[in-house]
């Protein structure tokens, strides 16, 4: 079975999530996901597509998910909008 | 063969694309695509979240495709991310 590694994407820089995909893909791993929320989202698509673009050029998309998760806040619950990226290795 | 409707996503207020694509399944159309780049691509995955929790519950996801567009600008040409959602009605 293929290992699964999973990247979150956040506020850091962009390059740091690149670095962190493609060194998963040095260890040996065949798939990796990245999941990202709300403004990060555009980020997650950036990380794959540099990723695919400059590092890994056998890189293809597996499904892309997209969904709401409810996150707790001092104000009440509010919605985000998530996003998980299936980058598989062939 | 199913009409194809696509809605570019902007800088725009999001319900204004919500509005745009509910609009375009209640006149009919079984398939819409949501298309949007670099930063709005955020938003465009707010409007396909927000028009299935809330105003087409029967609406699937098809493919979700990402690319990387060439922008020339006054500086050169510069790369950006994009993303297409199909939306469908069952």
Known sequence: MAEENVVFVGKKPTMNYVLAVVTQFNS?????????????ISKAVDVAEIVRNRFVPTLKYGNVNIGTESLQGEKGDTNVSSIEIEL???
Do not use: Q, T
């Open 28 to 40: 040996g791993a065949d798939l990796v996901i990245l999941k990202a929320r709300g403004r990060a």
């Open 88 to 90: 598989r290795k062939e």
